[in-house]
């Protein structure tokens, strides 16, 4: 999973607070691990001289193919 993707597994998961069923304790003890497994892991934004003074962004376009929206 990418880090990214966590957001996304905690709001899936969270819909599910009012009843949760095995399947979505299993799914927060996944989320659980791979965040511990991934205290290392982190963004770093540097400025890149060359661009000059400008902002570059990237995004999924298709939202990794959610069929939720």
Known sequence: MYET???QAVSVVSRYMHDPGKGHWQAVRWILW???NAL????AFEQDESLGQCIVGYCDSDYVGDLDK
């Open 5 to 7: 993707d966590i957001s």
């Open 40 to 43: 290392d892991v982190g963004l």
């Open 34 to 36: 791979y965040l511990q």
